[in-house]
């Protein structure tokens, strides 16, 4: 693997691939031409064009970066798990260009000195753009308004408090709507705090068997009555992130057919494993929010067809392997997800449940407009951010092929198609798979 | 999910290796273990307690905590059966992880020995009868344990009676019916198995107090009436007089408690002689006398 390749000035020529561009409805073969970082032209080169780089894509999809809408870098505070340098290292090698993390670092992203930091750090190494979502309250202790006006100066994404509680309703609509009087988006985590209750696992007919504390369906559903009811009164725009149950999607659905300025997501892993995939114990899918039943399953994708949800993210969450070796309840919550976010998602295409164009959307746009941010296109003169891939490729997952420090994954042994042969960070190639050009 | 645990306990033959969970075992090696448990209720009463099956064999005892009551009787199984003792005390520092496996291994102790116990009072023919467990349904691993046992061995009916708060979500689908009302819980049963309520349970919401759990699902004389004229009582230990049962029925002739506690040392004993009987499988076979 690569990550020096041409300098950023330079000119590339992408021949011959499939250009998928969901932004502006492009989906044929078209040469890309990249310089300046910028995008030159689009199957036409700009005028005295000459390329100093070329790739060849025949057989192959050029799409946007990707943007994953939440990605834990464990940096700063919980370096012995991943660092900023080693999670966008994989990012790249994953085709995910920009990375946002969630304000939950240590310490937490609530003044602008964090956020500088982030960008810093991934600048210098350089793999992946890194935005953040700055925290709602101080600390995320949710009790006191963080200074989100500057963290929204520094460039925060929104703010959010992560997946802490807020001490009581009355806060939460304070806090909602003195963000809204900057604009800022708030990323919302639906989850009731005293109706989960410490579970770990989906209450139901498994959790019950296994022993397992449980959290019930209505943990999530009646938080996002209530954040809807407080979205609605404060005139806020507001995030969903990751859905996990059918009724919420429904919710959600409802709301935005009412006009309600809100958008939600769910991760790759809910829109293929269930709470069966916990029977055995298996701490590895041991996920906050749990895995739910197969109707949940089937209701997050017809969600994410239908564009009710409107992006897939990775929920990356590496970690170290002492976490997940423990009893269930007690292990570290979360999925090593960066590596397996575009394959996995492509999957979905295989199985019907949406076109890949459809399916690349929502890795790409729909994030990236979410997050308010002018990437994921492919549109002339945009930011460079460029991923090559090999529909066909068919491999199956070894923890070898993982680039990210958790190799908490369960989809070792999948067999997985798609792989990602060349990534561009804003027109300069940081990734290139071995034996490739 | 069976199949993994099968395979992580039983050897290629389908013998016992490794004992950790009843489920993948199997209806019929929990009748083995139940049968050898029974060929072994005579040692308690010999002179020389003792059986050579496991000497030269060393058992280790890794408790988190101390537990007398728990430790003794795998110390004294495992003594009967002439093996070598080890008692490991890791510190009390290491707390969730221990108590884990004391949970674990009080629910292995419970499990066993209850099924044991009802076969000796009640016959083996566990289909003609009717099962009723009192309590704290929804934190008790010794519950749900027991649930998966009776159903294996094809009990008549399962009765589980509780508040809602303490029975688990889809409680019926683990092949049980559910009762809020005491009397119509335990009516005709054969056998009434008392589970231990815990204090914390009033913190928690689950309960307003012990009083109004007495109250509701306190077993007395009076209520046990209701069950057959020869059912059992059972209750897991340690008893919580005045909340699960009064004194009378503790102590009365129908309650099986004290001998619960003796036969958990044949249910051990039968544990360890069939787990560690595999590797000397190859040298001299032990006969039970």
Known sequence: MSATGPESGARIRIHGGRLV?????????????VADGRVAGVGEPPAAFRADHEIDATGQVVCPGLVDLCARLREPGQEHKATIASETRAAAAGGITTLCSPPDTDPVIDTPALVQLLRER??????????????????LAGEHLSEMAALSRAGCVGVGNGRAPLANPLIQRRALEYAASFDLTVFVHPEDHWLANNGCAHEGAIATRLGLPGVPEAAETAAVA????LIEQTGVRAHFCRLSTARAVRMVARAQYDGLPVSADTAIPYLHLTEMDVADFNSLCHVAPPLRTQRDRDGLRAGIAQGALAAICSDHQPHEPDAKLAPFPSTEPGISGLDTLLPLALRLARDGVMTMPEVIARLTCGPAGILGLPYG???AGATADVCVFDPQAGWRLTPADLHSRGHNTPFVGWELEGRVTHTLLAGR????????? | MSQSNAALQLDEEGR????????GLGREMLTEILDTAEGFTGVSERTIKKVPLCRG????NLFFETSTRTRTTFELAAKRLSADVLNLNISASATSKGETLLDTLR???AMHVDMFTIRREKGPDFGRLRVAIVGDIQHSRVARSQIHALNLLNTGQVHVVAPKTLVPAQAEQLGVKVYHNLIDGIRDADVVIMLRLQRERMQGALLPSEHEYFQLYGLTEERLAYAKPDAIVMHPGPINRGVEMDSQVADGPRSVILQQVTHGIAVRMAVMSMAMRQKTASETELEIP
Request: glycine residues 6%.
């Open chain 2, 107 to 109: 629910n292995l102790e």
């Open chain 2, 16 to 23: 016992l290796l490794h004992f950790l969970t009843i489920d």
């Open chain 2, 57 to 60: 064999k060393v058992v280790a």
């Open chain 1, 122 to 139: 991934s600048e210098r190494t350089g793999y992946a753009r890194v935005v953040a979502v700055g925290a709602l309250t101080h600390g």
């Open chain 1, 21 to 33: 561009d969901p932004a502006n409805r492009i989906d044929d073969i078209l040469d890309l031409y």
């Open chain 1, 377 to 379: 296109t492919l549109s």
């Open chain 1, 226 to 229: 209530r954040d809807l009811a």
């Open chain 1, 429 to 437: 190639v940081v990734y290139t798979r071995d034996g490739h050009r």
